[in-house]
């Protein structure tokens, strides 16, 4: 067990992207995905901000591909907005007051950030929020770019290494990100850590 982190009125949860297409059976399933969503759900009350980020492409998203390579950053179509696919995770507890931001929402930019091109930071610095907590689907892609995002934007950033999954295509990929992640500062801490 590590350093036990009490839970403060500065801290937000941010969850990224736990939608259907990202869990087993969805369109570009995260293996084991769907375990993030009881870790995520006994955290979500300790929080009096928490924020759930979206991928929500168009039909015509600049990243899908008839034949997507993954490695190349090209994907199956996934997460096309008001789809069944986009839809969070039926067992996920997304409460009323919760902020949900959609991200990469034109046919010509990918976001793997939920900071890039939503005024999330500064939605959060309205709130008084001085550090985020991430979780969610995929640990190499928007976990990643989500956290680096926040800690670019002067937030302390811990991440929930229990509450999140990744894609790890090529194999490694989710080791480089968690290294990535350290080195620029990130905390990592496991969900039951926290008070
Ligand atoms: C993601 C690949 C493509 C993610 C989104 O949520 O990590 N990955 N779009
Ligand atoms: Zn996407």
Redesign the pocket.
Same mark, same amino acid.
């Given at each position: 067990m590590g350093d036990v982190i009490k839970v403060q009125p500065a801290d937000a949860l941010i969850v =990224? @992207?736990v939608q259907k297409d990202?869990c087993p059976r969805g369109a $570009?399933a995260v293996e084991n995905g769907n375990a993030v969503v009881p870790v995520l759900n006994a955290l979500i009350p300790k929080f009096g901000c928490v924020v759930f980020t979206r @991928?929500w492409h168009p039909a015509d998203h600049c990243?899908f591909a008839e034949a997507p390579r993954f490695e190349d950053r090209s994907?199956p179509a996934? /997460?096309v907005a008001d789809t069944p696919g986009a839809a969070f995770h039926d067992d996920l507890n997304v409460p009323s007051q919760a902020l949900v931001i959609d991200k *990469?929402t034109g046919p010509d930019a990918e976001a +793997?950030s939920g900071f890039e091109g939503t005024g999330l930071a500064e939605r959060l610095a309205e709130r008084g929020i001085a550090r985020v907590f991430v979780g969610g $689907? *995929?640990t @190499? +892609? /928007? =976990?990643k770019n989500t956290a680096l995002d926040a800690v670019r934007h002067g937030f302390d950033v811990v991440l929930l290494l229990d509450a999140c999954r990744g894609?790890d295509i090529p194999p490694g990929t989710v080791d480089a990100a968690l290294a990535e992640m350290r080195q620029q500062g990130v905390l990592f801490v496991r969900a039951e850590d926290l008070r």
């Open positions: =990224v @992207d990202f $570009l @991928d990243s994907w996934h /997460c *990469a +793997y $689907l *995929a @190499d +892609y /928007c =976990v894609i």
